[in-house]
């Protein structure tokens, strides 16, 4: 059975293929269109999805939207009317979007893709907790989800077994979590669904000061983490801004404009808000726990996103293992619903956990020659041992290496595929990248990638984490010698790699340890700011051209900066955008 899942109209839009319950493609569609957190039909992930497994649209044998528009729309009308009139502008730009285009999703999915057959929608947290649950290698878990809202939902708890999910306790629009962080992105002058991980990233840098403050006049939280939010204080249920002046009144101070200098009241704001998330989660799963009576959990939703909470909460020993999807967001609901109509459908026994790993588009030697060649950029191929041996010596002479091979990750973090890797060990190369590679603010933190087989000995960690969704600590013996990858509270949102999961990667790793003593490596995203991760051949040349990247590995084929000439490579860059 072939189950095409989609999510889109919101943020991060994708496609996903599940055949036979395993998850075998997926995509998110801003790395084909180029805008990013693109919202738009996944028309090309779609296509990529089929095209890619030798698949055509009369091969689908079912569709699945990742939430109901019906009821979404119900909620706007409702919140809008109960706003009235203050919701008018926000409401005129809404509803004739919803009647025009959003409420006919089985007309519009006929049209775009050709199918004749039959669609189906799951609930939003549906999607997210059937994301989380089948991904995981548990038969049984509670399963937590998180996000802004879907229709109704802002979290959900709920428990899977073998083939089923069951949620049974919802909190409902717009008592948010993740509505309630976002709203305080905004005030801090940051993107909403966008840029939260700035917040969590500016927090350690200030004190929890509001903490009191915005328990006793914005948000209530009960022990079982639901939360009550003071409305007056917020105006995305009204208006088309996240807050106004009663917040800025509260807090006795305005909102920050994007790009504006960061304060010292910015970071204290940003170590409250997450203070208060961290709070929250760990209540969540604690009620989880109580519920469900499982020893495991599953975690999905944007807001599992936060590594700093979900360090914590991995610490705290709720649960004996967590797993996090690792697409989190509103584009892993592409394959949540998929992988949850398998099981519904067909009752089938649980199928061992697919890898995020590889299931975007990739590209052979051959290909990538023959764009380069066609560049007339010059170029040296090697063999994959050589090619390890190389880069590794190069990152030891703290060279700044693109890497862009095999097929593309799924999700929001670069694991290796469409990587910037760094030495960890230069006190400035945190500052160098953030400023004339990724053209970012000085705050933002990088995760480290090391050896599987080595974590313990560098972090206060004793298991996997492949995707990068957990805070650890720095062991303190250690931070000295990877400064580039510590955050300024001694944590690092680290990746282990295994051989695996990513050849390529491992193999540069084992390189880097033999002359250095050290197994790490900075990973960050092969991106410019403003632009999705690097797709093709092309995107990666774009990036390396218009930043301050030395080299750039393609599969085999290396380009050292040093070598090109300036003009020639000038006609591939591009500039850089914001976020």
Same mark, same amino acid.
């Given at each position: 059975?072939?189950?095409?899942?989609?999510?889109?109209?919101?943020?991060?839009?994708?496609? *996903?293929?599940?055949?036979?319950?395993?998850?075998?493609?997926?995509? #998110?569609?801003?790395?084909?269109?180029?805008?990013?957190?693109?919202?738009?039909?996944?028309?090309?992930?779609?296509?990529?999805?089929?095209?890619?497994?030798?698949?055509?649209?009369?091969?689908?044998?079912?569709?699945?939207?990742?939430?109901?528009?019906?009821?979404?729309?119900?909620?706007?009308?409702?919140?809008?009317?109960?706003?009235?009139? =203050?919701?008018?502008?926000?409401?005129? #730009?809404?509803?004739?979007?919803?009647?025009?285009?959003?409420?006919?999703?089985?007309?519009?999915?006929?049209?775009?893709?050709?199918?004749?057959?039959?669609?189906?929608?799951?609930?939003?947290?549906?999607?997210?907790?059937?994301?989380?649950?089948?991904?995981?290698?548990?038969?049984?878990?509670?399963?937590?989800?998180?996000?802004?809202?879907?229709?109704?939902?802002?979290?959900?708890?709920?428990?899977?077994?073998?083939?089923?999910?069951?949620?049974?306790?919802?909190?409902?629009?717009?008592?948010?979590?993740?509505?309630?962080?976002?709203?305080?992105?905004?005030?801090?002058?940051?993107?909403?669904?966008?840029?939260?991980?700035?917040?969590?990233?500016?927090?350690?840098?200030?004190?929890?000061?509001?903490?009191?403050?915005?328990?006793?006049?914005?948000?209530?939280?009960?022990?079982?983490?639901?939360?009550?939010?003071?409305?007056?204080?917020?105006?995305?249920?009204?208006?088309?801004?996240?807050?106004?002046?009663?917040?800025?009144? =509260?807090?006795?101070?305005?909102?920050?404009?994007?790009?504006?200098?960061?304060?010292?009241?910015?970071?204290?704001?940003?170590?409250?808000?997450?203070?208060?998330?961290?709070?929250?989660?760990?209540?969540?799963?604690?009620?989880?726990?109580?519920?469900?009576?499982?020893?495991?959990?599953?975690?999905?939703?944007?807001?599992?996103?936060?590594?700093?909470?979900?360090?914590?909460?991995?610490?705290?020993?709720?649960?004996?293992?967590?797993?996090?999807?690792?697409?989190?967001?509103?584009?892993?609901?592409?394959?949540?619903?998929?992988?949850?109509?398998?099981?519904?459908?067909?009752?089938?026994?649980?199928?061992?956990?697919?890898?995020?790993?590889?299931?975007?588009?990739?590209?052979?030697?051959?290909?990538?020659?023959?764009?380069?060649?066609?560049?007339?950029?010059? =170029?040296?191929?090697?063999?994959?041992?050589?090619? *390890?041996?190389?880069?590794?010596?190069?990152?030891?002479?703290?060279?700044?290496?693109?890497?862009?091979?095999?097929?593309?990750?799924?999700?929001?973090?670069?694991?290796?595929?469409?990587?910037?890797?760094?030495?960890?060990?230069?006190?400035?190369?945190?500052?160098?990248?953030?400023?004339?590679?990724?053209?970012?603010?000085?705050?933002?933190?990088?995760?480290?990638?090391?050896?599987?087989?080595?974590?313990?000995?560098?972090?206060?960690?004793?298991?996997?984490?492949?995707?990068?969704?957990?805070?650890?600590?720095?062991?303190?013996?250690?931070?000295?010698?990877?400064?580039?990858?510590?955050?300024?509270?001694?944590?690092?949102?680290?990746?282990?790699?295994?051989?695996?999961?990513?050849?390529?990667?491992?193999?540069? =790793?084992?390189?880097?340890?033999?002359?250095?003593?050290?197994?790490?490596?900075?990973?960050?995203?092969?991106?410019?700011?403003?632009?999705?991760? *690097?797709?093709?051949?092309?995107?990666?040349?774009?990036?390396?051209?218009?930043?301050?990247?030395?080299?750039?590995?393609?599969?085999?084929?290396?380009?050292?900066? *040093?070598?090109?000439?300036?003009?020639?490579?000038?006609?591939?860059?591009?500039?850089?955008?914001?976020?």
């Amino acid at each position: 059975m072939n189950i095409l899942g989609i999510s889109c109209f919101y943020h991060d839009s994708a496609a *996903a293929l599940v055949t036979d319950g395993v998850l075998i493609a997926a995509a #998110m569609e801003e790395r084909f269109t180029g805008i990013k957190h693109d919202p738009s039909f996944p028309k090309i992930s779609i296509n990529f999805c089929l095209e890619s497994v030798n698949k055509g649209i009369s091969d689908i044998d079912a569709v699945v939207f990742y939430e109901k528009p019906w009821i979404k729309f119900d909620r706007i009308l409702s919140s809008y009317m109960q706003t009235a009139p =203050l919701s008018y502008g926000a409401f005129l #730009m809404a509803v004739p979007l919803w009647l025009k285009e959003k409420l006919w999703i089985p007309n519009l999915i006929k049209k775009e893709t050709g199918f004749k057959g039959t669609i189906y929608f799951t609930e939003h947290h549906q999607a997210h907790a059937a994301g989380a649950f089948f991904s995981s290698p548990y038969q049984s878990a509670a399963i937590l989800t998180i996000d802004g809202v879907g229709e109704w939902a802002a979290a959900s708890v709920g428990r899977g077994a073998n083939n089923e999910i069951i949620i049974s306790n919802v909190l409902h629009y717009p008592h948010s979590l993740g509505l309630l962080y976002s709203a305080i992105t905004y005030f801090l002058g940051f993107k909403v669904n966008s840029a939260e991980y700035k917040v969590m990233g500016l927090a350690p840098y200030g004190e929890p000061s509001y903490v009191d403050l915005f328990k006793r006049k914005m948000v209530k939280i009960n022990e079982d983490g639901s939360l009550f939010l003071n409305m007056k204080y917020f105006e995305f249920h009204r208006g088309l801004t996240m807050t106004g002046k009663r917040l800025e009144k =509260l807090l006795g101070r305005p909102r920050r404009l994007p790009e504006a200098e960061i304060t010292a009241s910015d970071k204290n704001i940003a170590a409250s808000i997450q203070a208060i998330a961290e709070e929250v989660i760990l209540k969540m799963a604690q009620f989880a726990r109580e519920l469900s009576g499982e020893k495991k959990l599953c975690l999905s939703g944007g807001v599992s996103l936060n590594c700093a909470a979900a360090g914590k909460l991995l610490r705290a020993g709720i649960f004996e293992d967590i797993f996090i999807q690792p697409a989190a967001s509103d584009s892993g609901g592409a394959a949540g619903a998929a992988l949850y109509l398998y099981y519904a459908l067909c009752g089938a026994a649980k199928k061992s956990p697919p890898s995020y790993h590889e299931l975007g588009p990739s590209y052979n030697n051959e290909e990538i020659a023959e764009f380069l060649q066609s560049c007339g950029l010059p =170029l040296r191929q090697f063999d994959d041992k050589t090619l *390890a041996e190389q880069l590794a010596r190069l990152l030891f002479e703290q060279k700044i290496v693109g890497l862009f091979t095999d097929s593309m990750e799924f999700g929001p973090r670069a694991l290796g595929f469409r990587s910037i890797l760094a030495s960890p060990t230069d006190p400035q190369m945190k500052q160098k990248i953030n400023q004339a590679v990724k053209f970012r603010e000085p705050f933002r933190p990088f995760a480290p990638a090391v050896l599987e087989e080595r974590v313990g000995d560098f972090f206060e960690c004793d298991r996997s984490s492949p995707y990068m969704l957990f805070n650890f600590k720095v062991r303190k013996e250690k931070a000295a010698s990877i400064p580039a990858v510590v955050h300024i509270d001694n944590t690092a949102r680290l990746q282990t790699v295994n051989a695996g999961q990513n050849r390529r990667l491992y193999s540069i =790793l084992s390189e880097y340890e033999k002359l250095s003593g050290i197994p790490v490596l900075l990973n960050t995203s092969l991106n410019l700011r403003g632009y999705p991760i *690097a797709r093709t051949p092309e995107d990666a040349l774009k990036t390396f051209a218009s930043s301050g990247i030395d080299i750039l590995a393609l599969e085999n084929m290396v380009l050292d900066k *040093a070598e090109i000439d300036p003009q020639r490579l000038a006609r591939f860059q591009v500039a850089v955008g914001t976020d």
